[in-house]
């Protein structure tokens, strides 16, 4: 069964930082790998999406890599901004027909201004 | 782009009644829609996927009877939180594919923006 962990479980920071949010499945037959925001009572936002043959992504201040054999993510957010205090969840949809996202519990991220 | 909306965005209701919860693609066909749900400070768990047409699937631990799914269009699929206690208070966001759960290809799946469910 596949399990996500991540670490940290909170993080704050003063603007301006980078800073690294990490990801660990146990499972590494995975199809793809998705980074979301969730900002308070709302749903989701999907970040960016990594395939499985693929070992990053990037989207402006934001650069997703993925070590599929060692189950790990990370997401790197550069030069950090208030706007970006959310809470980021990383997901894995399995390689195995017909299995969904499998969510970590996700990194409560505040930037402080 | 691919848009799912969510009716309502909250509910508040007494505990005992039923509550109807809307999922629908606004752009394009969804031949399959899941539910999670989310509790505070826990990670969203799926409770269920329905293709169009048929019966929903669930996920171990999800009563079926409590949470009545209809995908009877492809544009649009309900959950019903039948007899609702404030344990089922929780975040409730559906998401829709074009793809057949458990087909060949796994598509991309767009996210609703969620419902917020209190019962009293």
């Known amino acids: 069964k596949q399990e996500v962990t991540q670490i940290p479980a909170a993080l704050s920071v003063p603007e301006g930082e980078n800073l690294v949010l990490n990801c660990s499945f146990t499972?590494?037959?995975?199809?793809?790998l998705q980074w979301f925001r969730q900002d308070p009572g709302k749903g989701l936002t999907s970040l960016l999406l990594?395939?499985?043959?693929?070992r990053e992504q990037t989207s402006g201040r934001l650069n997703a890599s993925l070590d599929k054999s060692s189950g790990r993510s990370t997401l790197y957010i550069a030069a950090s901004q208030p706007g970006d205090s959310a809470t980021y969840l990383c997901?894995?949809?399995?390689?195995?027909?017909?299995?969904?996202?499998?969510f970590g519990p996700g990194t409560r991220l505040s930037v402080l201004p | 782009g691919a848009v799912v909306s969510q009716h309502p965005s909250r509910v508040i209701c007494k505990s005992g009644t039923s509550v109807k919860i809307e999922c629908r693609s606004l752009?394009?066909?969804?031949?399959?829609m899941f539910w999670y749900r989310q509790f505070p400070k826990q990670s969203l768990m799926l409770m269920a996927t329905?293709?169009?047409?048929?019966?929903?699937?669930?996920e171990q631990g999800v009563e079926k009877d409590k949470f009545l799914i209809n995908h009877a269009s492809l544009t649009l699929s309900t959950l019903t939180v039948t007899s609702a206690h404030p344990e089922d208070s929780s975040f409730y966001i559906c998401?829709?594919?074009?793809?057949?759960?458990?087909?060949?290809?796994?598509?991309?799946?767009?996210f609703g923006p969620g419902t917020r469910l209190l019962v009293l």
């Open positions: 998401s829709a594919s074009r793809g057949v759960a458990g087909g060949l290809h796994q598509e991309t799946q767009y």
């Open positions: 499972d590494s037959a995975i199809y793809n």
């Open positions: 990594i395939q499985s043959s693929q």
């Open positions: 997901a894995v949809v399995g390689d195995n027909y017909g299995q969904n996202f499998v």
């Open positions: 752009d394009f066909q969804a031949t399959t």
């Open positions: 329905s293709n169009e047409g048929s019966k929903a699937t669930y």
